[in-house]
């Protein structure tokens, strides 16, 4: 037996060809849409890996640093340092915010980290691939590569100048942002700096409140100006433990003591993938979903059509004996030879494509091979209608009425 | 030899039922032996596309008997299971238009039938080749049929009819998009084929050229036959 589907997908090559290259760019935004999500999950990855961190501890009832706003007092590293187990810990700010180079504006992460001895703690970038680490306390910066800036570039952030000393990879937030590391105290002062004029007005109205400005005492208004003009915040400590030691336990220990809130690896990483994305995730599945609907609409069409315009043909191979299952499987086989095409180009133009998408696009071959599937799936219930529509023609059609 | 080649006895076809019943056929008698081409001929809606649905087993009679060679296939009901299998392979249709498969060359668009019944495809080819040297077609075994006149579509059509070796060969309007002369050339070529193969065709016709083509011809009218002689001037 010859195979029928293939005859008609030769004789009328250029309708596959041209509606499997339509279906085909269909089928490449949606495997662009699934990269994107898992791009986001790596990202989010990326961040809790490169931190270099097993424990988080942040301000209590948040879900700090990533998700939601979290302060401590920067000094209390070291309590959690003096807990056994702990081989490090390190203050960390985070903050998003535009960084500037000449006219250019790069949204961008901000990460203070306490330079000097505690270099390689969790929060340093891992590892360069250009210059060096920070060194001095102030006015260096390390910058991710996506971020565009060059060795020597001088960055500005706020209302300060900062040389980029080093360049990193891979080193972007949870939304995919590029990583700017800075000095702590500097990242300090960028969170919490006011503009001049709210600084003299708020010294004015505490030299104005007789409460600090007190006779028997001096020097107490001007303790009260210089705590108030200064920083003392951090919005989360990173812990790194011993080989072998327990992260549950030691952050339910530093949990009951400190009353702060610890979150370990996976509880981060649930943070991260299952609430700050959830919505991106959903929205991208919303997509899927639609992008599902329309090929298969288009499929189901194009199936259609090409069945109804051989109607009189398969009365006439009823007639002469043909099984409605050969009949079937000639449409079936068709409708899936058009998810093959529209595949294969969609895989390829995906390819292609996903580099020149701004945020990070991640192809991963379990979703290309679960898109396959899907798009077969897809196909097959597609031609249902046109497989319904040929069953039903009556051989006696053949014979003129 | 097919035996019998095809008797009907009084064979009845009612559509529907009730109040809006149609009588089509109301007792059809018809023989037509091995070897021989009979012409049905009848005005419009006098039953000739029903009776060909009959005789093809694409509809039901209600009532009557057919023989096939020498078996009895139906008897107030069919006396055969696989009714698919007895047009595949026991019964050769040829229709008013070539209705050839475009996607399949001649020779498959003929080899089509025997791959069906699950003959080799080499096999199946070498029949068609056959067959189609047999209507002088061979020479266009490769092409497709939009590349065929009208005269050669309906050529392989009839190849198509008869690569199986049916015992009878039901041709509804062989002849009508078809000139005279080609119209002739088809009556040659269907009497040729039912000397050489020893088939009984029947024609349902309209066409004036080649009614005097027959030797016998069944008149129907109200959906009852009538035989009569034929001018029988065969075609030279
Ligand atoms: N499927 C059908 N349902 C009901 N009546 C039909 C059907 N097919 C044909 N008829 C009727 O049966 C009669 C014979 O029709 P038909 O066999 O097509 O005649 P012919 O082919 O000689 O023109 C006509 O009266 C026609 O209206
Ligand atoms: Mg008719």
Same mark, same amino acid.
């Given at each position: 037996m010859i195979s029928l589907a293939g005859r008609d997908i030769l004789h009328s090559w250029g309708k596959f060809v041209f509606t499997g290259f339509g279906l085909g760019l269909l089928i490449g935004v949606t495997l662009v849409m699934a990269g994107v999500y898992r791009g986001m999950v790596d990202d989010a990855k990326a961040l809790l890996d490169n931190s270099g961190a097993d424990l988080w501890v942040v301000?209590?009832?948040?879900?700090?640093?990533y998700a939601e706003p979290s302060s401590l007092n920067d000094d209390l590293y070291r309590t959690i340092l003096a807990l056994p187990g702990v081989a490090e810990a390190a203050n960390v700010t985070y903050l998003t915010m535009q960084v500037r180079l000449d006219e250019r504006d790069v949204r961008s992460m901000i990460v203070g980290i306490v330079p000097g001895p505690t270099r390689g703690a969790p929060g340093w970038p891992p590892y360069l691939v250009a210059g060096r680490q920070i060194t001095r306390g102030h006015y260096e910066a390390v910058a991710d590569v996506a971020t565009g800036f060059q060795l020597g570039d001088r960055i500005g952030i706020r209302r300060n100048q900062y040389t980029v000393v080093g360049l990193t990879r891979r080193m972007v937030s949870s939304g995919g942002d590029p990583m700017v590391f800075i000095p702590l105290k500097d990242a300090q002062e960028a969170q919490f700096l006011k503009d001049n004029d709210a600084i003299w007005q708020s010294r004015r109205r505490t030299a104005t409140n007789p409460a600090f400005d007190r006779a028997g005492v001096p020097g107490l208004l001007d303790a009260v100006l210089d705590s108030q003009s200064s920083n003392n915040f951090v919005n989360a400590v990173l812990v790194r433990l011993d080989a072998g030691a327990e992260p549950d336990a030691i952050g339910a220990a530093i949990r009951r003591w400190q009353r702060l809130t610890v979150y370990t690896r996976p509880q981060m990483e649930q943070i991260l993938?299952?609430?700050?994305?959830a919505t991106s995730a959903k929205q991208i599945g919303m997509f899927l979903v639609i992008l599902a609907v329309v090929s298969a609409a288009i499929v189901a069409f194009i199936i259609y059509t090409l069945t109804m315009d051989k109607i009189r043909e398969i009365a006439v191979l009823k007639l002469i004996g043909t099984r409605n299952r050969t009949i079937a499987a000639m449409i079936l086989q068709q409708a899936i030879a058009l998810g093959v095409i529209g595949f294969a180009v969609g895989k390829i133009t995906a390819t292609y494509a996903a580099?020149?998408?701004?945020k990070y696009v991640l192809l991963m071959p379990q979703d290309s091979v679960a898109g396959f599937l899907a798009v077969l799936a897809i196909c097959a219930l597609a031609s249902l209608i046109a497989i319904r529509m040929a069953l039903r023609v009556d051989p006696a059609a053949a014979i003129g009425g | 030899m097919s035996g019998n080649g095809i008797r009907i006895e009084g064979l009845r076809k009612r559509y529907g039922s009730g109040d809006t019943a149609v009588d089509a056929l109301k007792g059809v008698d018809m023989q037509v032996a091995p070897g021989e081409v009979v012409g049905l001929i009848g005005p419009s809606g006098s039953g000739k596309s029903t009776l060909l649905k009959c005789l093809g087993a694409v509809i039901d009679p209600s009532a009557g008997r057919m023989t096939l060679g020498d078996e009895l296939i139906y008897d107030e009901g069919w006396r055969v299971r696989d009714l698919r299998a007895l047009r595949r392979d026991r019964i050769g249709f040829v229709f008013q238009a070539p209705y050839l498969i475009p996607f399949l060359d001649v020779t498959d668009n003929v080899a089509l039938l025997p791959m069906l019944a699950g003959v080799p495809n080499e096999e199946a080819r070498s029949r068609a080749l056959e067959l189609l040297s047999a209507l002088d077609v061979q020479h266009r075994?490769?092409?497709?049929?939009?590349?065929?006149s009208g005269g050669e579509q309906q050529r392989v059509a009839i190849a198509r009819g008869l690569v199986n070796r049916p015992p009878v060969i039901l041709a509804d309007? $062989? %002849?009508?998009?078809?000139d005279s002369e080609r119209a002739m050339a088809v009556i040659r070529i269907l009497n040729e084929m039912a000397q050489r193969y020893d088939t009984a065709i029947i024609v349902v016709t309209h066409d004036e050229k080649i009614i $005097? %083509?027959?030797k016998r011809i069944y008149h129907i009218r109200d959906g009852v036959t009538h035989e009569e002689a034929g001018a029988g001037r065969g075609v030279e």
């Open positions: 301000q209590q009832d948040t879900l700090g640093p993938v299952g609430k700050l994305i580099p020149l998408f701004p | 075994a490769r092409a497709m049929p939009t590349e065929l309007e $062989p %002849t009508a998009p078809l $005097p %083509t027959f």
